[in-house]
């Protein structure tokens, strides 16, 4: 990808690189939900989950099967690759902290849970570590965060 650090462009460069990213990370999170609560993971789980048609869930299963974050074969369960639940995992990590920072400042938590949802695959990682950092020195009793 191209950089175009420090120019205008630079910020919707990251926007579009996030977007292009969201998709897999919200399909293997699901997938490794999932999994964990059911045992197994099939397309239909999948797109009741994820509120989308099987056809949908196919086409994205191929795609993520090319990034080799996936195997399946037919009439078998989806399951994650290594590098599938590596992305599983991070994402997980990242919607967390999202959710705790949002829940810190006092975003009620219906709102914090579905916002986390967008703001988890566009957060650099410098502002990811701010919020852990504040939500640490919280824990700690170092700050007070103020919530409404």
């Not at 989950?49 to 078998?76: A, D, M």
């Not at 990242?94 to 219906?110: D, I, K, M, N, Q």
């Amino acid at each position: 990808m191209k950089r175009t650090s420090g120019t205008v462009a630079a910020p919707f460069v990251k926007v579009r690189a996030d977007h292009a990213a969201e998709t897999a990370q919200d399909y293997v999170e699901a997938i490794s939900d999932i999994v964990h609560r059911t045992g197994a993971c099939r397309v239909i789980d999948l797109a009741r989950h994820l509120g989308v048609s099987h056809v949908t869930v196919s086409r994205i299963i191929t795609r993520l099967q090319e990034q080799e974050l996936v195997e399946t074969e037919p009439y078998r369960p989806i399951r994650l690759t290594a590098k599938g639940e590596r992305l599983a995992a991070m994402t997980r990590q990242r919607h967390e902290t999202v959710v705790a920072f949002l829940l810190a400042v006092g975003v009620p938590e219906a709102d914090a849970h579905r916002d986390a949802e967008g703001i988890e695959h566009h957060v650099g990682d410098a502002t990811l570590q701010a919020m852990k950092s504040l939500l640490e020195q919280a824990r700690q009793g170092r700050i007070r965060v103020v919530s409404n």
